[in-house]
């Protein structure tokens, strides 16, 4: 699969209207699957030399609206990759101590470690979104003036820009995943989550909410990804209308991007191959 043709270019503003929700080129259920299970698999093993090697560290950010399959996405693409290795955040608004600082520093203090993964289901970019959509939550904030007045959006772009540029320097590698649902198939899925009782706990009025500002959520997601998609940090839009292509893809850009790395396994110097060859002989002797 060509996932290049997925990536958002820096300052396309189409890049969203370019791929339907629905899209799923040259590629049926049935050869999906497979693909994914290669995937994960191979995944898998890039994994470990990841975390052997401890060099790089990878970050994979999940934004889309309420029922665009992240979690789903999340744990289906990751099921083969060591939980030991893997850490998932999920940002909901912020509360308590999060309010009282920037809103880069509760995700400052998610990142993950070298030889870690890192998930973000949701993340610093609600700040560009949700924030810029519903002007009461810039509000509630409480910043000076210079922080909310002249083009804050673009102020923000650039120093989320200026983040993830000293992230990839410091050996972080970020893949961004925007899932792209439909409103039509977002609808279906709502009325899936009031119809099971197991799936009650996942619906909540406030989606409605953010489902009747569609067009603005949009127009910010357009605007956000054209803004902040660099070589060091892009965006990939993922239809996500048919939940198998959208983990297929997303599990080929994430394999790609392991792939990509100059990993493998720690090379054992004289002193340690002694010790294990030590270690060896007292562990026949018993």
Excluded: C
């Amino acid at each position: 699969m060509n996932v290049d043709r997925f990536r958002v270019r820096s300052g396309d503003e189409d890049a969203v209207r370019k791929h339907r929700p629905d899209r799923t080129p040259h590629l049926d259920k049935d050869e999906a699957l497979k693909s994914l299970e290669s995937s994960i698999e191979r995944l898998r093993k890039r994994g470990e030399m990841l975390y052997a090697q401890s060099r790089y560290s990878l970050l994979l950010v999940f934004q889309g609206m309420d029922g665009s399959g992240k979690d789903s996405a999340i744990k289906r693409v990751m099921s083969g990759v060591s939980p030991q290795s893997t850490h998932v955040y999920a940002f909901k608004a912020p509360v308590g101590e999060e309010r009282e600082h920037d809103y880069l520093w509760r995700v400052s203090r998610a990142l993950p470690a070298k030889g870690r993964i890192g998930i973000f289901n949701r993340s610093h970019y609600e700040e560009v979104l949700a924030v810029r959509v519903r002007p009461e939550l810039l509000a509630a904030e409480g910043l000076p003036l210079q922080g909310t007045s002249g083009n804050v959006w673009r102020h923000r772009f650039k120093d989320i820009n200026a983040f993830e540029r000293h992230l990839f320097r410091n050996g972080t590698i970020i893949r961004k995943f925007f899932l792209n649902i439909s409103k039509d198939a977002q609808r279906k899925r709502m009325l899936e989550r009031l119809d099971d009782p197991n799936k009650n706990w996942k619906f909540s009025t406030h989606d409605l909410d953010d489902r009747d500002k569609w067009k603005q959520f949009m127009s910010a997601y357009a605007e956000a990804l054209a803004a902040t998609s660099h070589e060091y940090a892009p965006w990939y839009v993922i239809p996500a209308d048919h939940k198998w292509f959208a983990h297929a893809l997303i599990a080929e850009i994430v394999l790609k991007t392991l792939e990509g790395l100059d990993l493998d396994y720690p090379k054992l110097d004289p002193g340690r191959r002694r010790e294990l060859a030590l270690a060896r002989r007292r562990l026949l002797k018993r």
